[in-house]
């Protein structure tokens, strides 16, 4: 994987989503990019409302204590870009953490064969998460997901556990197949490289 040096002097600190924490905290080190991470709950994209409020309000935070920032976050909010533009700060590049991992196409492709991503920090808390958002009636929460996807495509970064028993139980609790797709980060670098580059220049 190569490496990408950015010329940087002042540091950042990147306010976003916690499901590829890992991932995004490996490549800050392997890169040694001068960026702090302040991660959010990764199930707040399933309640606006809150993910609204807990954004801007660290974001806010980060403004008060002087730091400049960078977010990680897709369109996952329809005002994602006016929050942006309140804060003076801009967002990596792609719709959603999937897209940034995997890249368009490959996305795009699995998403049309009916995919539904599953990543580990999902798959540890699967249950809890889903009939939260879709209540705890089974056929209900079976329903919803056969309407739109046809299998479960369970995605292994270089960065993760074994998640295999986890990703089965979230498979068989929605009562869909599970494939597995092994994912590098060079993607990922790519987009979080961009973003940061792009919020410097704003500086400069």
């Known amino acids: 994987m190569k490496s990408f040096e950015l010329k940087q002097d002042p540091p950042l600190t990147m306010v976003g989503c916690g499901i590829l924490r890992k991932e995004v905290d490996l490549l800050i080190e392997k890169n040694r990019w001068n960026v702090h991470t302040y991660f959010l709950d990764s199930a707040l994209h399933n309640y606006l409302n809150r993910l609204s409020d807990e954004l801007n309000q660290a974001l806010t935070e980060r403004e008060r204590a002087g ?27 792609g719709q959603n953490c999937i897209v940034m991992l995997l890249g368009y196409e490959a996305f795009m492709q699995e998403l049309e064969k009916g995919a539904y991503f599953l990543v580990e920090d999902w798959a540890l808390t699967w249950e ?56 590098s980060l060079e993607h990922l670098e790519g987009v979080l490289a961009d973003a940061i580059q792009r919020r410097l220049a704003e500086e400069s």
């Not at 369109?75 to 801009?90: A, N, V």
């Not at 993760?160 to 089965?168: I, L, Q, V, Y």
């Open 67 to 93: 730091e400049k920032t960078v977010v990680f976050y897709g369109g996952c909010h329809p005002l994602m870009e006016h929050f942006l533009d309140e804060h003076h700060t801009c967002r990596t590049h």
């Open 128 to 183: 809890p998460m889903i009939t939260a958002c879709f209540g705890t009636k089974l056929d209900v929460v079976r329903e919803i997901f056969h309407s739109s996807h046809k299998y479960i495509l369970a995605l292994r970064t270089p960065c993760n556990g074994d998640f295999t028993s986890a990703a089965e139980a979230a498979a068989r609790f929605v009562d869909l197949p599970l494939l597995w797709r092994d994912v």
